[in-house]
């Protein structure tokens, strides 16, 4: 059983940036890929980033490609996702999620999932 918890989230200015992190405690880290989702009111929960077991791997959705970076210290058993230069439309809860497998953009191929982290960017 793998426990994580997103710290980070907070009310941004258009254009700045926020650096999530999740903590992650109970079973083997680098046995998972890990994932980053968000969730705005009203609206599926979408696919952001995710990076391989390893770190060297990492993949983007297209909204956030060029200004979100997906990392991992194995050692610290975390996940970070930097974001720069924000948008109004980055609004939304996001949630890391733990997959016991490859890398995937699929919300079905995660196993675990921490509680959320609010991230409010105002215009």
């Known amino acids: 059983q793998v426990q994580l918890v997103e710290y980070g989230g907070g009310l941004v200015q258009a254009g700045g940036s926020l650096r999530l992190s999740c903590a992650a405690s109970?079973?083997?880290?680098?046995?998972?890929?890990m994932g980053w989702f968000r969730q705005a009111p009203g609206k599926e929960r979408e696919f952001v980033a995710t990076i391989s077991w390893s770190g060297v791997s990492t993949y983007y959705a297209d909204s956030v490609k060029g200004r979100f970076t997906i990392s991992r210290d194995n050692g610290k058993k975390t996940v970070y996702l930097e974001m720069i230069t924000l948008k109004p439309e980055d609004t939304a809860v996001y949630y890391c999620?733990?997959?016991?497998?490859?890398?995937?953009?699929?919300?079905?191929?995660?196993?675990?999932w921490g509680q959320g982290t609010q991230v409010t960017v105002s215009s």
């Open positions: 109970g079973g083997t880290f680098t046995s998972y890929a």
């Open positions: 999620a733990a997959g016991a497998g490859i890398m995937t953009v699929a919300k079905s191929d995660y196993n675990y």
